[in-house]
């Protein structure tokens, strides 16, 4: 069973910093693409940050130079460093993976961690 649980997020002022966490039960991160979203009130899920099982790395024009992901294979888990926060960023944000198994695809989230930017 595919498990995801992340930590991290918190209440942080305009321009500081918080790193989140995102850990892996019942898959390998390391052959696995990964993602993370945001939810703000009112607004539909968006993706925030995703890195393929090469390495490849792409982000959302609006976190583009401030958020940063990656993996950290030896504990199977996934982070996402944000810099430089703004009060637009404040959100839950969720990790994903999907897995496709005899052509059927499984989406998989954990249960999200809240992120508040206070102005």
């Known amino acids: 069973q595919v498990q995801l649980v992340e930590s991290g997020g918190g209440l942080v002022q305009v321009g500081g910093s918080l790193k989140l966490s995102c850990v892996a039960s019942?898959?390998?991160?390391?052959?696995?693409?990964m993602g993370w979203y945001r939810q703000a009130p009112g607004k539909q899920r968006e993706l925030v940050a995703h890195i393929t099982s090469f390495g490849t790395r792409n982000y959302a024009d609006s976190v583009k130079g401030r958020f940063t992901v990656s993996k950290d294979n030896a504990k199977n888990t996934v982070l996402l460093q944000m810099n430089s926060l703004k009060p637009e960023d404040t959100a839950i944000y969720y990790c994903?993976?999907?897995?496709?198994?005899?052509?059927?695809?499984?989406?998989?989230w954990g249960q999200g961690t809240q992120v508040t930017v206070s102005s």
């Open positions: 994903h993976t999907r897995r496709v198994i005899v052509g059927i695809t499984y989406d998989y």
């Open positions: 019942g898959i390998f991160i390391n052959i696995n693409d």
